[in-house]
């Protein structure tokens, strides 16, 4: 149990235009959820927390209005990346925890964004 | 300075050997992750610790509060073990993360 997906895995999208990701909880309800975000060989940065029904909190140097994201269900959240830019190219990770922040984090798989 | 500092960041171990990767921070906590990230970027949460000690199978995790210290081990490592550890923090609303170690093990 506890399995969290992402969609698209990969997407390739020309500068300017706006990319959603999506991250889902396939067999539990997440209360919370987390978007990343990583740079090649480098760890992960924490990009914004979410609660479901609320809005997102986002980490300090984190442009909301670039990064929108939506948690509008229990096991939905959406990342999109408005008026991409080759710099927002990067692996973007999400994870979803049944309580709060220091519950247990499943991850998902990645998403693979390169913005040409 | 990083919050969190890891060592080492490459590991190459033998089939068998006992593994161990440390983590150091410096901010006050209440509780640490272990994490582990496959090739391809999968990540498992392996561990969530506030004090003393873990097991789960052939890892073992512990960390000492006081000395804002935390160790991650692996028995009978094997090479399905070879993947990036990364030990992460958090304090308050802010999470901190470290490098990662990148652990291979030869058959």
């Known amino acids: 149990g506890a399995v969290v997906s992402q969609h698209p895995s990969r997407v390739i999208c020309k500068s300017g235009t706006s990319v959603k990701i999506e991250c889902r909880s396939l067999d539990f309800q997440a209360t919370t959820m987390f978007w990343y975000r990583q740079f090649p060989k480098q760890s992960l940065m924490l990009m914004a927390t979410s609660n479901e029904g609320s809005k997102a909190t986002y980490e300090q140097g984190v442009e909301k209005d670039k990064f929108l994201i939506n948690h509008a269900s229990l096991t939905l959240s959406t990342l999109t990346v408005t008026s991409a830019h080759p710099e927002d190219s990067s692996f973007y990770i999400c994870?979803?925890?049944?309580?709060?922040?220091?519950?247990?984090?499943?991850f998902g798989p990645g998403t693979r964004l390169t913005v040409l | 300075k990083n919050e969190v500092e890891q060592s080492p960041q490459n590991l190459t171990a033998q089939e068998g050997e006992f593994i161990t990767i440390n983590c150091s921070y410096s901010v006050g906590i209440s509780a640490l992750h272990w994490l582990q990230q496959h090739p391809g970027g999968g990540i498992v949460s392996l561990f969530m610790l506030s004090s003393g000690k873990k097991k789960h199978g052939r890892l073992i995790a512990t960390i000492n509060i006081q000395e804002k210290h935390s160790s991650l081990h692996i028995t009978a490592s094997h090479p399905r073990d070879s993947a990036v550890y990364i030990c992460a923090v958090k304090r308050g609303n802010q999470f901190y993360f470290g490098t990662g170690t990148s652990l291979t093990v030869i058959p």
């Open positions: 994870s979803a925890s049944k309580g709060g922040a220091w519950d247990t984090q499943y």
